[in-house]
């Protein structure tokens, strides 16, 4: 009985140690850097472009810098475009490429706790949300433009369908990539590191999300593209890599089968994780511009 006592006390040790661990990782990217001006200055030349530094305070007071570039021939619309999950604004500039190319000005943001931004934590959308609010007023107060759009991949798709619940004034968007849910894309990282099945991982989950709410008064369960789905009106376009080992298809389907508004889901054939745009350039790129002209 004791040694069975002491496997219990050592295994539930294990288990609280190690979710805390597994938790910190998952809250904190790996070590950033301030992507190059030159990175910015390329860009421009190759598109006939201008550009410039920009930087917003958030509402906890984090700041929050970028790249805004505006179009040699604007054309009155401007885009949003957030990158993943331990990445910054340089993962996005082949949108902005092609963007700026056709007349759309763009927006190349850090998340907060990547790149040049500040924060510490990733919270996957419920203070990020808030965060695309702040660089929607900034270039929505250039009479320039009129028309919003966004594009995020992965991580950034998810917050930017988050922020759909407070930020009602994009045209369209598209989110690359998406989870449906921090909790199930929990539950499904947890398989992918181990091949152990999801339900066994519950306990875990549970005491992450416990740890995270009193550690860091941020409850994981609100980290929703899911719920924000079914409040908005605004269309999305919805792309997935076939292949996605990631992020499974799945999570697309069921924010598209969420959807209250005008919403499409394209799957696209032999692409990983948000690699459409490398797997199938021609269509990706067409795909986009009618979906952001089919919404002026």
Excluded at 57 to 81: C, K, M, Q, Y
Excluded at 228 to 253: C, E, F, M, Y
Aim: charged residues 20%.
């Amino acid at each position: 009985m004791r040694f069975a006592l002491r496997i219990s006390t050592a295994l539930l040790i294990g288990l609280v140690l190690g979710t805390i661990l597994l938790t910190h990782n998952a809250l904190h990217a790996p070590p950033r850097f301030a992507p190059s001006p030159s990175a910015a200055e390329a860009l421009a030349r190759n598109t006939g472009s201008t550009w410039e530094d920009v930087r917003v305070v958030a509402r906890d007071g984090v700041a929050l810098d970028g790249w805004r570039f505006t179009a040699h021939e604007p054309n009155g619309s401007v885009v949003i475009l957030l990158h993943g999950i331990a990445d910054n604004r340089l993962g996005m500039l082949a949108d902005a490429s092609f963007l700026l190319r056709n007349g759309f000005s763009v927006l190349l943001p850090d998340l907060r706790g990547h790149g040049a931004s500040g924060g510490d934590l990733i919270t996957y959308g419920i203070k990020e949300a808030d965060d695309v609010r702040s660089w929607a007023d900034l270039v929505l107060h250039d009479p320039t433009f009129d028309r919003l759009y966004g594009i995020g991949q992965s991580l950034g798709a998810a917050i930017l369908v988050e922020s759909l619940k407070t930020e009602p004034r994009f045209r369209a968007i598209v989110a690359d990539s998406p989870f449906a849910s921090f909790e199930e894309i929990a539950y499904d990282r947890m398989y992918q590191l181990s091949g152990i099945p999801e339900p066994l991982f519950w306990p875990v989950i549970r005491l992450a999300f416990l740890y995270t709410d009193l550690r860091y008064g941020i409850d994981l369960r609100l980290a929703s593209p899911t719920d924000a789905i079914r409040s908005t009106k605004v269309p999305i376009l919805l792309i997935h890599g076939a292949l996605d080992g990631n992020i499974p298809p799945r999570h697309s389907q069921e924010l598209h089968a969420a959807s209250l508004a005008t919403s499409r889901l394209w799957v696209v054939d032999k692409a990983d994780h948000v690699a459409s745009l490398s797997t199938a350039s021609d269509g990706y790129v067409c795909n986009v511009l009618a979906w952001f002209q089919s919404h002026r």
